[in-house]
């Protein structure tokens, strides 16, 4: 099984750039050993079950609680497959292969 997550979470009781949350989150991520891509709207990740993601989800939550976030943002996507892995390159790559490379 393969499941992708786009998540979006930043706190919305602060004033100014959420840099600092979203890189508390962003070094859960990169520390749960998934694979996973930041983009400048979100950050993609790749892991075995839904129930990984979303504990790997609630532990991003739990975070931004801790820093004193009384109001959080969330906006999650999954896409579960039961069969497949690296899909976080290889759905890129299939388009590519119709239209030549997408990202500069």
């Known amino acids: 099984m393969s499941v ?4 979006a979470m930043f706190p919305t009781d602060k004033i100014g750039s ?3 949350e979203v890189s508390e989150i962003l070094n859960i991520i990169k520390n749960s050993g998934y694979k996973y891509q930041l983009t400048s709207m979100n950050t993609i ?8 993601l979303l504990e790997l989800l ?3 939550y ?8 009384n109001r959080v943002y969330i906006s999650v996507n999954f896409d579960a497959r039961s069969s ?20 500069k």
């Open 58 to 60: 609630n532990k991003c």
């Open 84 to 103: 497949g892995e690296n899909r976080i390159n290889s759905k890129v790559k299939s388009v590519e292969e119709h239209i030549g490379d997408v990202s």
């Open 18 to 20: 959420k840099s600092k």
């Open 62 to 69: 739990l975070r931004l609680e801790e820093l004193g976030c």
């Open 4 to 7: 992708l997550m786009s998540l």
């Open 45 to 52: 990740v790749e892991a075995k079950t839904l129930q990984e």
